[in-house]
């Protein structure tokens, strides 16, 4: 109480001017920091949407790449004929040149499947190759882990047409 009395009306003024300040600052720099925090995280959405578009661009051509490179091998003559000596040669081959794949098999009507390394599977229960067989056209399956690689894996199923194109004869 004692100190309020010795304040003097100039000093009194002077705090409350500076009060006053103080609060208007606070205010300002309140408001610049939720303006700041705002335009910075839509800059940040803003980029993070760019990036995702620009992967998912990448990663549907890199499937369209896989795409065509199955098309190809499903129409060599020793493919559509199960040469499975000579489908090994090729399997192997596109292998050593994209790392990047899980494996290749090659599958007859019945779901009996010879993978790149010459293991013999039956995947004819697998969605994949039903679909495949079934429609006639391309199928990718859901994610999944392989018994073979414990990776999580999508399987791209590629109808195998007979000679004259009408009739499936397998799955690649």
Same mark, same amino acid.
């Given at each position: 109480?004692?100190?309020?009395?010795?304040?003097?009306?100039?000093?009194?003024?002077?705090?409350?001017?500076?009060?006053?300040?103080?609060?208007?600052?606070?205010?300002?720099?309140?408001?610049?920091?939720?303006?700041?925090?705002?335009?910075?995280?839509?800059?940040?959405?803003?980029?993070?949407?760019?990036?995702?578009?620009?992967?998912?661009?990448?990663?549907?051509?890199?499937?369209?790449?896989?795409?065509?490179?199955?098309?190809?091998?499903?129409?060599?003559?020793?493919?559509?004929?199960?040469?499975?000596?000579?489908?090994?040669?090729?399997? %192997?081959?596109?292998?050593?040149?994209?790392?990047? *794949?899980?494996?290749?098999? $090659?599958?007859?009507? @019945?779901?009996? !499947? +010879?993978?790149?390394?010459?293991?013999?599977?039956?995947?004819?229960?697998?969605?994949?190759?039903? %679909?495949?067989?079934?429609?006639?056209?391309?199928? *990718?399956?859901?994610?999944? $882990?392989?018994?073979? @690689?414990?990776? !999580? +894996?999508?399987?791209?199923?590629?109808?195998?047409?007979?000679?004259?194109?009408?009739?499936?004869?397998?799955?690649?």
């Amino acid at each position: 109480l004692n100190l309020k009395k010795n304040l003097s009306i100039k000093t009194k003024f002077t705090l409350s001017i500076c009060l006053v300040f103080l609060v208007i600052i606070a205010g300002i720099s309140t408001f610049l920091f939720h303006s700041s925090s705002d335009v910075i995280s839509s800059s940040i959405s803003r980029e993070a949407q760019l990036v995702a578009e620009y992967n998912a661009d990448t990663i549907s051509e890199w499937f369209r790449s896989i795409e065509n490179e199955m098309f190809l091998l499903s129409e060599v003559p020793a493919v559509k004929a199960f040469e499975m000596d000579k489908v090994k040669v090729l399997m %192997n081959t596109l292998i050593s040149k994209r790392p990047d *794949y899980g494996g290749i098999l $090659v599958a007859d009507r @019945t779901g009996t !499947a +010879t993978t790149v390394e010459g293991h013999v599977i039956d995947i004819g229960s697998r969605d994949y190759f039903i %679909n495949a067989i079934s429609t006639g056209g391309l199928v *990718y399956s859901d994610p999944m $882990v392989t018994q073979a @690689t414990d990776l !999580a +894996t999508i399987m791209l199923a590629r109808p195998i047409f007979d000679d004259s194109g009408r009739q499936v004869v397998g799955v690649l």
